[in-house]
């Protein structure tokens, strides 16, 4: 073979690992952009050369792929186009399969490259394809390794210099520290600062975790020691706040509350990702008995948010913050989000009783009713995971109901809260559908 075969020979190889990487990502935030509350369709006018996303429709030699942005393209496939299938995680073409057309499928997962020209339906010059079916299956997979091997909380404690961080994990009687170590193998990602979807998560160093953040990781099983060996962490900083509904506005999608912290007004914007849930009395009553140490409860009824300054990393989380790094490939969307919450079973009768008998406030918050803004009223007690922002808040988890535990102190508070956003706060979303 000549020099100049072997160099488009190789140049071939590096763009199809190229499109594997990228397909990769596009795969990454499959479950995110399959949520309810996806963005309004737009159709595309112009040729970006290549577009990832989900088909939407399947017509004769017609498909239509609409990408995580929420822009729509009507693609043709010429005859003699090559259409190559991948299974999910697939980083190279080694063991691609060529398929027809019949075989793609509304929900699989595509790479598209087009040929020249504007005019819509763009023409396909190649299509790799992931199955809807590999997707999911791939999703449960790792929703299920997050659940076994995934521990979250607050950070304590950041040492650069040995790799460590302590993580206080649990709320109440469930309350622990866990050690964990970072290698350079870890993979580090920040929050973005408007979700605790790891689909928005990007790469991020380890000096970017501190004190105070809210963080979730996967660690290895098999390592040995006292210390969990992290394969996977993602941090991020946001607000807690707790205080009492002022003014809803439905039709804005806004509430009002004072802080109780810093007594000051807030605006709180309900967002189409924001996740509610409104706790019984019984179940308020039973975190506010777990989340209560022995000697709390006078001296936390009479003032509330009475942890002393700097005790524990929620301190730290209750100040505005600034947030992670902007949208990007990650993980499948809402894995550490999802976590082991999106395997119990909700609503069942007499299951926050069990969960109290275990001492376990998480497990009682997972299994709360999903609300949304319209069960929201002037008076009711909340807490809420937000972005940062002194005046103007957007809600990540909101928790109602809450009117006991405003008598815990901050950083049970914070706990609880955490814990939830990162644990369970997606625990109703079917990342399949």
């Known amino acids: 073979m000549s020099s100049k075969g072997k160099k488009i020979f190789s140049g071939r190889v590096s763009a199809a690992a190229l499109s594997m990487a990228l397909l ?3 795969f990454a935030l499959a479950a995110h ?3 309810p509350h996806r963005p309004a369709a737009q159709a595309a006018t112009t040729n970006p050369g290549r577009v990832m996303g989900a088909i939407t429709s399947v017509s004769g030699s017609t498909m239509e792929v609409k990408t995580d942005q929420g822009v729509s393209y009507a693609v043709t496939i010429p005859a003699g186009v090559k259409l190559l299938r991948v299974d999910a995680g697939a980083t190279t073409l080694g063991n691609a399969q060529a398929i027809g057309m019949s075989d793609l499928g509304v929900g699989d997962r595509v790479l598209v490259r087009l040929a020249a020209g504007d005019a819509s339906p763009f023409a396909a010059s190649s299509v790799i394809d992931i199955p809807h079916a590999a997707i999911v ?3 449960r997979a790792e929703q299920m390794e997050w659940q076994a091997h995934g521990v979250s909380g607050l950070v304590k404690s950041v040492d650069a210099a040995t ?3 302590v993580l206080t994990t649990g709320a109440g009687k ?8 970072v290698t350079p193998t870890t993979v580090l990602k920040r929050y973005a600062g408007d979700s605790v979807d790891y689909a928005k998560a990007t790469a991020a160093p380890f000096a970017a975790i501190h004190a105070g953040d809210q963080l979730r990781a996967r660690f290895d099983a098999n ?3 006292p210390d969990k060996v992290a394969l996977e962490v993602v941090s991020g900083s946001f607000r807690n706040i707790a205080g009492r509904i002022s003014n809803v506005n439905a039709k804005d999608g806004t509430i009002t509350l004072r802080d109780l912290l810093t007594k000051k007004n807030v605006t709180v914007h309900i967002g189409a990702t924001s996740q509610m849930k409104q706790l019984t009395a019984d179940q308020a009553k039973m975190i ?4 209560k140490g022995p000697a709390a409860g006078h001296g936390a009824a009479q003032g509330g948010w009475q942890g002393a300054p700097g005790s524990g990393a929620g301190q730290g989380a209750m100040r505005p913050q600034t947030g992670g790094a902007a949208m990007g490939g990650a993980p499948q969307g809402g894995y550490p989000q999802g976590g082991g919450a999106a395997w119990h079973r909700p609503g069942a009768a007499g299951a926050g009783m069990g969960a109290a008998a275990h001492g376990d406030p998480q497990q009682i918050v997972r299994q709360a009713t999903v609300i949304q803004i319209k069960d929201l009223h002037k008076g009711d007690a909340v807490m809420l995971v937000g972005t940062a922002g002194e005046e103007q808040v957007t809600a990540i988890t909101l928790l109602a109901g809450v009117e006991p535990l405003l008598e815990a102190s901050a950083s049970e508070q914070n706990a609880l809260m955490a814990n939830w956003s990162m644990g369970s706060g997606g625990d109703q979303t079917d990342s399949t559908q």
């Not at 469930?174 to 170590?181: D, I, P």
């Not at 506010?288 to 989340?291: D, F, N, Q, R, S």
């Open 163 to 165: 790799g460590t961080i």
């Open 137 to 139: 299956a791939r999703q």
């Open 24 to 26: 990769s990502s596009a």
């Open 223 to 225: 390592a040995s020691g």
């Open 33 to 35: 952009a399959a949520r």
């Open 288 to 291: 506010a008995t777990l989340t």
């Open 174 to 181: 469930m309350a622990k520290e866990v050690t964990l170590k």
